[in-house]
């Protein structure tokens, strides 16, 4: 496999020689040592209920949600703080969200969709998109730590059916 070379902070180059290839699409890349959880979940080494992928970006639900259909907008490459990303990265993640935010709508019949960054959970950017009927999905300690894996399943397939993403399942 080739060298990927990236730039961390826009400001020094890196070099990455064993980027793991992800299924389907692309490369998670791991810079600085250990990966995130998330880059753990693209690369298919832990389970995840996918809803989107391209080359970029990564939509899975989260496994602790304020509401089911509660999913992760992810950029493949690791960066850590969301004011980090490359604006070209940030503007596509936040096109997918927009596309995320619209399917939760759709299949889960929400008044809104919420829109949350957080980032403290986990070092590696991220967008949380979820059903809103309230203020209340906007204050993550509202999350369901034991949420129903059937429902989630279900969650999951409702959002690849309002987003076209049948082939993730």
């Known amino acids: ?14 070099t990455v020689d064993d980027a793991v290839p ?10 600085g040592g250990m990966s995130t959880v998330f880059t753990k979940i693209i690369n298919g080494e832990l ?14 639900l989260t496994i602790e949600p304020v509401a089911y259909g509660h999913t992760l907008v992810i950029p493949v490459e690791e960066v850590d703080k969301w004011t980090d990303a490359d604006p070209a990265l940030w503007a596509h993640m936040n ?7 619209a399917a939760v709508v759709e299949a889960f019949d929400a008044p809104r969709a919420g829109y949350l960054i957080a980032g403290f959970e986990v070092p590696h950017a991220h967008i949380h ?11 993550l300690a ?8 059937a429902k989630m399943d279900e969650a999951a397939d409702k959002l690849r059916n309002a987003l076209g993403t049948t082939d993730l399942a």
Do not use: H
């Open 129 to 139: 998109v979820f059903p809103a009927e309230d203020m209340s999905g906007f204050n």
């Open 95 to 101: 096109e997918v969200a927009q596309k995320v935010g």
């Open 142 to 149: 509202n999350v369901n730590r034991d949420p129903d894996p």
């Open 22 to 31: 992800l299924p389907r699409s692309g490369f998670a890349i791991t810079l």
């Open 47 to 60: 389970p995840g209920r996918f809803v989107y992928r391209d080359e970029k970006v990564v939509a899975f």
């Open 1 to 14: 496999m080739g060298v990927v070379k990236l730039w961390m902070n826009r400001r020094e180059p890196a």
